[in-house]
């Protein structure tokens, strides 16, 4: 009984933790951005306030019943992905739920802003939503090639015995000093299910009016930033729990995930973007490539 | 329809109701702070003040310290920026983003052209006053006005909406027959918006003794209900 209610304190405490630190990952990321840039940036509390304006509009506009279930579908995918990602003191529900669960539903947003969008008749929603789902097949190939890499090298689909294999003897034995080739594929598919530049096919501002969300305003884009937050806290969570050892404290912890989000931050804003057919050759060749050959060494 | 429909046509009338709860009111407050700490703009560039917003968005000046971005969807905007002359044909288009765009929305005008016209005002193509078509919170005079009276508007704009004076949006629902009559007046009495404005009048509550008349009345008899668009290959 005890444990039953420790478990659901910690499955809703989980998506308020990661909520909290995904708002200040865009902070940094904007930040980040601005710098680059020779700009000062937002202030602290400016992904608060954004969200909290959005929310706050006073005229909604609604296209119908499947554009407020796809935005929920978008956020709810989310909340339920960061109950299966451990975090230093609270495991939640990550040792039943495992790894390929968790791939599952890291998919579900995508689906969920895909059924919202249809709904709203916008040409530049849909062929938005088109590249969005094909980037999706793109980066989840190396991604899935990954996630089987390491599951195979430590004998689990468990993250709380993966984290658990990887704190045993320090950075030795972290998955990033083990398998270097699939972390590194996994970093580029990371960077590619961020969604920013140079892969940022589906927002494209200039050519298709940021794509999926052109139709969204008030709560709606209230529920996509609320997404985004999400979405850099379990990218980046689940990186560090694959990769870098999990959390042995928050501070470490923190500093991992916070560190592995700056590489493709500091990538994203130097460049272009690629072509959509060009994303998914260079999705499906390279870091393949780099996967493959990782799972070859892993399984020897 | 006939005449003595369109007589029927009125809209219930809601008094303003006060909040009497004080954490409402600290609540209220919070959200009007951070309305005036987040703005999106949508910046419709129709005239030479446009080349202003560079400078103000970049690195020399930067907007977003101020918490102001660009965004490139009427659906997502605060701000409608209008920087220059606003041709008939551009006044359609501008009127149609305004009414796409979720309130509370405030619309700046720069430039002189839309306070007057400016050097346009003998133009017979051009709209000369900004605020008879829809309201206008601010206007930054100058032609052009610098990327220092942008922010500097901008700036002015926030201190309104946090104190709550940035109500303009609700006079074009309160108003409606007087900005329409002066739409009709420029477009022609078949003048019509995908946007039902009378509808969301009545849905927020905002509507007044104004919004229906006479205009309303050419409005409603000539509005032909909207059609999906066909699909086609």
């Known amino acids: 009984m005890n444990e039953t209610f420790l478990t659901i304190t910690e499955v809703i405490m989980m998506p308020i933790v990661a909520f909290i630190i995904g708002l200040f990952m865009v902070l940094m990321m904007r930040k980040l951005a601005a710098r680059i840039q020779r700009r000062i940036g937002p202030g602290v509390f400016q992904p608060l306030y954004d969200i909290v304006k959005l929310y706050g509009k006073q005229t909604q506009i609604s296209h119908g019943l499947i554009h407020d279930i796809g935005i929920i579908m978008a956020v709810g995918g989310y909340v339920a992905a960061v109950t299966l990602l451990p975090v230093p003191g609270m495991n939640g529900i990550a040792d039943k739920g495992g790894i390929i669960t968790l791939t599952y539903l890291l998919m579900v947003p995508s689906l969920g802003l895909a059924l919202g969008v249809g709904q709203c008749a916008n040409p530049n929603g849909s062929i938005g939503i088109s590249r969005a789902l094909t980037s999706m097949l793109a980066y989840d190939i190396p991604f899935i090639i990954v996630i089987f890499g390491v599951a195979t090298h430590f004998s689990s689909t468990s993250l709380v015995s993966i984290i658990a294999a990887q704190q045993v003897g320090g950075f030795g034995t972290w998955g990033i000093s083990e398998m270097p080739l699939l972390a590194l594929a996994g970093l580029f598919a990371l960077h590619a299910s961020l969604g920013k530049h140079p892969f940022e096919i589906y927002v494209a501002p200039a050519e298709i009016a940021t794509g999926p969300m052109v139709e969204m305003g008030g709560k709606f884009l209230g529920g996509l930033f609320v997404m985004q937050s999400f979405q850099l806290y379990a990218a980046s969570v689940l990186y560090v729990s694959l990769f870098l050892g999990g959390g042995e404290n928050w501070v470490t912890f923190l500093l991992k995930c916070f560190a592995v989000l700056i590489i493709p931050f500091a990538i994203a804003y130097l460049f272009p973007r690629y072509r959509t057919e060009d994303l998914v050759r260079l999705m499906w060749k390279w870091p393949v490539m780099l996967a493959l050959l990782g799972i070859a060494f892993v399984m020897n | ?233």
């Open chain 2, 1 to 233: 329809m006939k005449k003595s429909d369109l007589d029927k046509v009125k809209i219930k009338q809601i008094p303003a109701q006060k909040r009497t709860n004080p954490f409402a009111n600290v609540f209220d407050e919070f959200v009007g702070f951070c309305r005036s700490r987040s703005m999106f703009m949508l910046h419709y560039c129709t005239g030479c003040g446009a080349i202003e917003l560079p400078p103000a968005m970049t690195s020399r000046f930067d907007m977003e310290r101020l918490g102001i971005q660009p965004m490139v969807s009427p659906r997502q905007a605060d701000i409608l920026l209008i920087t220059g002359y606003v041709s008939i044909k551009t006044l359609k288009r501008v009127i149609l983003t305004y009414e796409q765009m979720a309130a509370p929305k405030y619309v700046i005008g720069i430039c002189s052209c839309t306070v007057n016209g400016g050097m346009y005002w003998q133009s017979y193509a051009t709209a000369k006053k900004l605020d008879e078509y829809f309201p206008v919170d601010l206007y930054i005079a100058g032609c052009m006005p610098r990327p220092e009276a942008v922010i500097e508007g901008l700036q002015q704009l926030m201190q309104k909406i946090k104190a709550n004076e940035a109500n303009s949006w609700k006079q074009y629902y309160k108003n409606y027959d007087y900005f329409l009559g002066n739409q009709q007046h420029l477009f022609g009495n078949n003048w019509q918006t995908p946007t039902d404005v009378i509808g969301e009048a009545e849905t927020y509550q905002l509507a007044g003794p104004n919004t229906l008349g006479e205009h309303t009345k050419i409005l409603q008899s000539v509005q032909t209900p909207l059609k999906p668009l066909e699909m086609k290959l």
